[in-house]
């Protein structure tokens, strides 16, 4: 996400003002950085609705693709999103995309992406043991 940033101070000291430039802006997402905790991103409702609205239809498109009975179509899908996949074994990558689907599948009705994005960190810390052979030998 390419957002525009301002500090939290700005929200703070100028709410009014920054908002209202923020809406003059298009309303993008908009950073607030925060110098003592995780920075937040402040979108519209609506931008919030559509963000969900495609993830849920992207997990729909995944899934069917699942269900169309071509593993190398889905293989060749997944490597393309995920290049690190190629590092994997055939095992390996048929357990990713199980597993991305379900974190897909449940993140998506818990309005949570987190799920999914915990299962692609993981395999792509896999990926990276197995393209480094010596850390693979170490492990």
């Not at 992207?58 to 490597?79: F, I, K, S």
């Not at 992406?113 to 492990?139: C, G, Y």
């Amino acid at each position: 996400m390419s957002a525009r940033e301002v500090p939290f101070s700005d929200i703070q000291n100028k709410g009014k003002a920054t908002l209202s430039e923020w809406q003059r802006s298009g309303a993008r997402p908009l950073r607030v950085t925060r110098r003592d905790d995780e920075d937040l991103v402040l979108m519209t409702a609506t931008r919030a609705e559509q963000e969900r609205a495609v993830l849920t239809a992207a997990t729909a498109m995944v899934d069917a693709l699942l269900h169309a009975n071509n593993p190398g179509l889905v293989r060749t899908v997944v490597e393309a999103a995920f290049p690190w996949v190629s590092y994997l074994s055939d095992e390996e990558a048929a357990d990713f995309i199980d597993e991305l689907i379900t974190s897909l599948r449940a993140g998506s009705s818990l309005d949570n992406p987190a799920p999914a994005a915990r299962t692609i960190e993981m395999w792509r810390h896999t990926a990276e043991v197995q393209a480094d052979p010596e850390l693979a030998r170490q492990i």
